[in-house]
Nanobody
Framework: QVQLAESGGGSVQAGGSLRLSCRAS????????MAWFRQAPGKEREGVAT????????YYADSVKGRFTISQDNAKNIVYLQMNSLKPEDTAMYYC?????????????????WGQGTQVTVSL
């Protein structure tokens, strides 16, 4: 099975930056999409960004457009989430996910494999 492991979370002040990494292992035979989701305390999990494994086309939630960038290194099976201009409302547990088949979107039910998450905390 595919295993996903996130890293790079931490605590930063508003306006700061963090770069999250998601390393895939096991059977990783060309996923259709890789994505990042997040869940803050008391809130539902929401999609943040997704990227097509082939071609690299990306889509973002409106709340992070212009601030976050998803990218990938297919040779190393790593997906990144560069987060700039962080805001307190970005505080959440961030999860990496992979999807096989279909189109890339930000609906969590559509994703087949998930990492265990990495915490991001943004203070004022």
């Amino acid at each position: 099975q595919v295993q996903l492991a996130e890293s790079g979370g931490g605590s930063v002040q508003a306006g700061g930056s963090l770069r999250l990494s998601c390393r895939a292992s096991g059977y990783t035979g060309s996923s259709t999409c890789m994505a990042w989701f997040r869940q803050a305390p008391g809130k539902e999990r929401e999609g943040v960004a997704t990227i097509y494994a082939s071609g690299g086309r990306t889509y973002y939630a409106d709340s992070v457009k212009g601030r976050f960038t998803i990218s990938q290194d297919n040779a190393k099976n790593i997906v990144y989430l560069q987060m700039n201009s962080l805001k307190p409302e970005d505080t959440a547990m961030y999860y990496c996910a992979a999807k096989y088949g279909g189109v890339c979107d930000l609906r969590q039910i559509q994703y087949d494999f998930w990492g265990q998450g990495t915490q991001v905390t943004v203070s004022l």
